[in-house]
């Protein structure tokens, strides 16, 4: 019998800004934001392998939310499993405001429905917010971050997008605090889009030997250059210091265009990382069209994070989905720590 493999782009299109959540029940689910239709909600899909895919569907529905407060541009949605309930936050413009602003809605299952638990934003700090993900920590304090988004964001005449963090209450809906600063574009290949909008969105936190690697997108999401940079510190809202080499996921092939807001999973049986990621489904085009990807992620002795991607090539299965273990990897990689 031949190793099982999987091939970049995975069979979920149409999309952005993937998030996937291995539940407690054993199986993955993808959420990410729909581009296709009106985009008045969010479907998942799951998979036993990360390879084969079902489509569950919508899983949340503006029409069927009695609380909805957004009513455009749901975007970028991310599911905790805390106490058998999933927690869904999510990006939408506030009609009150005309803002874009974060919401959360639960379900008692990762397939949904999810119901919206407050008739308005889980925060409003007077701009607009975007891009939420929520880190649990081992000794259970909850932390959130998200981007403050460049469309009410002036700095020295510059359209920016920063990324800010703050502590969740045990409710995993109030903040603890004001979000606090801790990343603005500010490294050179984080302007590749120019000089008057600069980015940075899409954190999602991982741990690793006691260090904390906030990881983002960088340049607009639209355009070959968008990429995934980190920044680590030794506390959740820093202060954080970038790594000099980033970036760590970004194409110098004609063939792949825009690999960004990623989130990171493990393989079947735990012993690998995964980057899910999206790319444009036409490298030539760019634009909102993207589909899903995903590629092994690891830790080097130093510390440092590489990505073995972004690839288009046949990949071994993850770890788990077959009795092959992936080979030819560097050397200098760590396996993931669990």
Not at 82 to 104: C, P
Not at 186 to 198: L, P, V, Y
Not at 253 to 266: A, L, R
Not at 279 to 305: L, W, Y
Request: with cysteine.
């Amino acid at each position: 019998m031949g190793q099982l493999t999987y091939c970049n782009p995975l069979a979920i299109q149409q999309i952005g800004d993937p998030f996937i959540l291995k539940a407690s029940n054993g199986r993955y689910y993808c959420y990410p934001t729909y581009a296709a239709g009106n985009n008045l909600g969010f479907k998942a899909w799951s998979s036993d392998d990360l390879i084969h895919w079902k489509d569950e569907g919508f899983v949340y529905e503006k029409v069927k939310n009695k609380k909805a407060w957004g009513y455009k541009q749901f975007w970028a949605p991310e599911v905790v499993e805390h106490q058998n309930r999933f927690y869904m936050y999510y990006t939408a413009r506030w009609k009150e405001k005309d803002s874009l602003r974060i919401g959360v809605a639960i379900a008692d299952h990762p397939a949904g429905p999810f119901v919206d638990i407050l008739d308005c934003p889980m925060f409003d700090f007077g701009y607009a917010a975007i891009d939420a993900h929520v880190m649990v920590e081992e000794n259970g304090r909850k932390f959130l971050y998200y981007s403050r988004d460049c469309s009410e964001n002036i700095v020295d005449g510059r359209r920016e997008s920063h990324i800010y963090g703050f502590e969740l209450m045990d409710d995993m809906l109030t903040p603890k605090q004001e979000g606090k600063l801790l990343l603005k574009p500010d490294q050179e290949w984080e302007f590749k889009s120019g000089e008057s909008w600069r980015w940075n969105e899409g954190p999602f936190v991982v741990k690793h030997n006691r260090l904390y690697y906030l990881m983002y997108s960088a340049n607009c999401f639209a355009e070959r250059d968008y990429s995934v940079g980190y920044a680590t510190s030794s506390e959740p809202l820093g202060p954080f210091t970038k790594y000099e080499a980033n970036p760590i996921l970004f194409t110098d092939s004609e063939k792949i265009s825009g690999p960004g807001h990623h989130s990171v999973t493990v393989s079947p049986d735990g012993s690998e990382l995964f980057m899910v990621y999206h790319t444009h489904t036409d490298p030539k085009a760019g634009g909102g069209n993207r589909q899903v990807c995903m590629d092994r992620m690891a830790f080097r002795e130093d510390g440092s994070i590489v990505v073995y991607g972004p690839t288009i090539s046949e990949q071994p299965a993850p770890s788990g989905a077959s009795s092959n273990m992936p080979e030819n990897l560097p050397a200098d990689a760590t396996p993931p720590e669990r």
